[in-house]
């Protein structure tokens, strides 16, 4: 066997733990929609979500152009499709970042629709996105940022 043959077979396998990856992440971004929909459903007092959880959309381009890889591998004929494929891959990339910012506005949507306030002063910030806090009424808001100021590097939860 070739070193070419060797280096395919590891790019494939190194391609294919990275699509598991990807694959896990768009599950625990799905699962923390599904927990973010029960808490709205069964009206808790807290909601905590990221502002870019719905991003995690984006862990299905990898599986995507993974897919493609071997399609172009196994398909000889492949070369008069190439441009459509590329401009197909271009798309998907744009609509995928589109469905991350529309559920983004779609989950804030909601969340207010049910009647919740943003509570600003129990809201965080993260390198990566901005943990937003909503509250049911002004009392458990102000409550959440007392226990915030007196342990700012806990997590904070009213005392009920």
């Given amino acids: 066997m070739n070193d070419h043959i060797k280096n395919k077979k590891l790019a494939h396998l190194i ?8 694959i896990w992440g768009v599950w625990v971004g799905y ?3 599904i927990e973010l929909l029960i808490k709205l459903s069964t009206r808790t007092d807290i909601i905590r ?5 719905s ?3 984006l862990g299905l381009g990898c599986p995507v152009l993974h897919f493609l890889v071997i399609i172009e591998n196994f398909w000889p004929n492949i070369g008069k499709y190439k441009r ?4 197909a ?3 998907l990339g744009i609509v995928l970042i589109g469905i991350g910012m529309i559920g983004s506005s779609w989950i804030k949507y909601k969340i207010e629709k049910a009647g919740y306030i943003y509570c600003r002063n129990a809201s965080g910030i993260s390198a990566l996105s901005k943990p937003l806090v909503y509250t049911r009424n002004i009392d458990i808001c102000e409550e959440l940022t007392e ?14």
């Fill in 55 to 57: 991003f995690y959309i």
């Fill in 84 to 87: 459509i494929i590329n401009y």
């Fill in 147 to 160: 226990t915030k100021k007196d342990r700012p590097n806990k997590e904070y939860l009213p005392k009920r």
């Fill in 15 to 22: 391609l294919f733990i990275l699509d598991i990856f990807c």
């Fill in 89 to 91: 891959v271009i798309i």
């Fill in 49 to 53: 979500f990221g502002s870019r959880d």
């Fill in 31 to 33: 699962s923390d929609l």
